[in-house]
T-cell receptor, first 116, second 115 residues
Framework: DTGVSQNPRHKITKRGQNVTFRCDPI?????LYWYRQTLGQGPEFLTYFQNEAQLEKSRLLSDRFSAERPKGSFSTLEIQRTEQGDSAMYLCASSPTDLWTTGELFFGEGSRLTVL | GENVEQHPSTLSVQEGDSAVIKCTYS??????FPWYKQELGKRPQLIIDIRSNVGEKKDQRIAVTLNKTAKHFSLHITETQPEDSAVYFCAASEDYSGSARQLTFGSGTQLTVLP
């Protein structure tokens, strides 16, 4: 499967714990995005990378959220001191830099977080 | 920032009938409008998109129309089939050379096609 891969698919944690999600994008895609989707809502943009550079992070929900893409390939999203309101599906997506010929974002299956 | 409103939130149609989903957006700088389909437990997938330099685009049974003056766009599905049942999301973003896909999504429409 050469699509976007995310793991773990499901994570149950207790309030106050830290969690980390990993995303492996389509290999030839320079851009990688993180979105959050809560029940009954559309995905909400969080941050994105161009290669290893994080070009937009003002939409991260709080300073408890951080993301990295150290070598410009896979990315991690970390949530520190989780709260029940962090329970959601965390979606990763990737795209090529040139979006004019194809505008598509390719999403992964998501990582579902449940905070007890 | 951009705000996208989508309606209806649920839509049931008989197989073979047409379905129409409507969205409005607030930011006049937005010029790229995709539609994503998300089946239960699956990833969102692009089904059609339109840029503001065109008013309508068709792909087989699916069409999207855009009215930039009124800031609204619509998805039309004709001859609906049971496999069209899913949640459909509209979205909007700016689209220029070097731009990234910082999409603002609507809240989704659950389409059910009844056999």
């Amino acid at each position: 499967d050469t699509g976007v891969s995310q793991n773990p698919r499901h994570k149950i944690t207790k309030r106050g714990q830290n969690v980390t999600f990993r995303c492996d994008p389509i290999s030839e895609h320079n851009r990688l995005y993180w979105y959050r989707q809560t029940l009954g809502q559309g995905p909400e943009f969080l941050t994105y990378f161009q290669n290893e550079a994080q070009l937009e992070k003002s939409r991260l929900l709080s300073d408890r959220f951080s993301a990295e893409r150290p070598k410009g390939s896979f990315s991690t999203l970390e949530i520190q001191r989780t709260e029940q309101g962090d329970s959601a599906m965390y979606l990763c997506a990737s795209s090529p830099t040139d979006l004019w010929t194809t505008g598509e974002l390719f999403f992964g299956e998501g990582s579902r977080l449940t905070v007890l | 920032g951009e705000n996208v409103e989508q309606h209806p939130s649920t839509l049931s149609v008989q197989e073979g009938d047409s379905a129409v989903i409507k969205c409005t957006y607030s930011d006049s700088a937005s010029n790229y409008f995709p539609w994503y389909k998300q089946e239960l437990g699956k990833r969102p997938q692009l089904i059609i998109d339109i840029r503001s330099n065109v008013g309508e685009k068709k792909d087989q049974r699916i069409a999207v129309t855009l009215n930039k003056t009124a800031k609204h766009f619509s998805l039309h599905i004709t001859e609906t089939q049971p496999e069209d049942s899913a949640v459909y999301f509209c979205a909007a973003s700016e689209d220029y050379s070097g731009s990234a896909r910082q999409l603002t999504f609507g809240s989704g429409t659950q389409l059910t096609v009844l056999p």
